[in-house]
């Protein structure tokens, strides 16, 4: 199974709602990642949780909010969106690697939330 | 300019060519991949190819890294309909985490 799950697969919020983005695996790995993506543009790191720890933290406003409950699931909160908020939001999730080896590099993508905030 | 820019921004072909994107980096990087992504949707890892190394292939997939130059080329040859989708470029800087910097991507659309 070399999956990630990402729901919904489409939000539309309002700016005064509460939302949440949930991403799954269940491949062992220990590294997961948010990442923002607008329409023609590359994906632009968030968050990494390393061993359910936040790693990075890509000073992203703090109407996002991860969360990292264990080593399979990877949460985004929302609160208090805005317009330019909407996006594509992909979670993907890396396996630790040997030790100093690129292989915890490489990155397995889930299908993305198509978020509208009205 | 950013991290990973990559060129040319968009790219058409007729099946059975082959075709060459690149991509620039800026700092020191401990590898660099690529990725592909069909429109809207999430991003499949292709190759990785490391500081050290200078070329890689995989099926129709070469890929080349110069890090004198900082850059690096994707050749997918005897190109298809269905390899029509953007292509980044990914680059880990070298500082042993996991922050990955994507590049501009170069959207290939390959006509049957």
């Known amino acids: 199974d070399t999956e990630v799950t990402q729901t919904p697969k489409h939000l539309v919020m309002g700016m005064t709602n509460k939302k949440s983005l949930k991403c799954e695996q269940h491949m062992g790995h220990r590294a997961m990642y948010w990442y923002k993506q607008k329409a023609k543009k590359p994906p632009e790191l968030m968050f990494v949780y390393s061993y359910e720890k936040l790693s990075i933290n890509e000073s992203v406003p703090s109407r996002f909010s991860p969360e990292c409950p264990n080593s399979s699931l990877l949460n985004l909160h929302l609160h208090a969106l805005q317009p330019e908020d909407s996006a594509l939001y992909l979670c993907?999730?890396?396996?630790?690697?040997?030790?100093?080896?690129?292989?915890?590099?490489?990155?397995?993508f889930g299908a993305g939330t198509r978020l509208s905030v009205l | 300019s950013q991290q990973g820019e990559e060129d040319p921004q968009a790219l058409s072909i007729q099946e059975g060519e082959n075709a060459t994107m690149n991509c620039s980096y800026k700092t020191s990087i401990n590898n660099l991949q690529w990725y592909r992504q069909n429109s809207g949707r999430g991003l499949v890892h292709l190759i990785l190819?490391?500081?050290?190394?200078r070329e890689k292939h995989s099926g129709r997939l070469r890929v080349t890294l110069d890090t004198s130059k900082k850059s690096s080329s994707l050749l997918i040859t005897a190109s298809r309909a269905a390899d029509t989708a953007s292509y980044f470029c990914a680059t880990v800087l070298n500082t042993g985490g996991f922050k990955t910097i994507f590049g501009a991507g170069t959207r290939l659309f390959v006509k049957a």
């Open positions: 190819i490391r500081s050290n190394e």
């Open positions: 993907a999730s890396s396996h630790p690697g040997l030790a100093g080896g690129p292989d915890k590099n490489i990155q397995y």
